[in-house]
């Protein structure tokens, strides 16, 4: 069955200037929708990562070239994409190359690169890369707090009698 939603996508040049307006717009976007204040932070730091990683290593110096951001609201969801036609990577092999981390690792030794898919799949509920003509990650969070609220009348931390 198919769910309805709206669906909002913008188009910005690969530049780091443009990520800042990539984030104000989901951050926009996610405090309609109802997300907490944590929430709206983890979304737009994935989002970021993301948005940096297209700038970074999508295109050859001084090529140009587009990031395309698409929104997917849901009632109970928002859907990320971030879009590059660049060079694309795969995804499963970088991570094999940089990780895995522990929570004893230093941050000093840890390798510089990479990082931030990681991040990426660390704050969101759901993430997917696809590598054909450039890259585009699908990064999914839920709506939990709001979960939360509708069933607050069954959760209690006491024992009614």
Not at 108 to 114: A, C
């Amino acid at each position: 069955m198919n769910q309805q939603f709206d669906y909002i996508e913008m188009k910005v040049p690969a530049k780091p200037e443009y990520v800042g307006v990539v984030r104000l717009t989901l951050s926009g976007v996610a405090s309609r929708m109802g997300f907490s204040y944590e929430s709206i932070e983890d979304i737009k730091v994935a989002t970021g990562e993301a948005c940096t990683n297209a700038v970074q290593h999508a295109y050859r110096k001084n090529e140009g070239g587009e990031i395309t951001i698409g929104y997917g609201i849901y009632k109970n969801r928002l859907e990320v994409m971030i879009a590059d036609n660049g060079m694309s990577f795969d995804f499963e092999k970088m991570k094999e190359e940089i990780g895995p981390h522990t929570i004893e690792d230093s941050v000093e030794k840890l390798p510089e690169g990479g990082l931030g898919l990681y991040i990426i799949d660390s704050l969101m509920d759901k993430v997917r890369v696809h590598h054909n003509y450039g890259v585009t990650v699908f990064m999914t969070k839920y709506l939990q707090g709001k979960q939360v609220e509708k069933n607050e009348s069954r959760i209690s931390t006491y024992s009614r009698k």
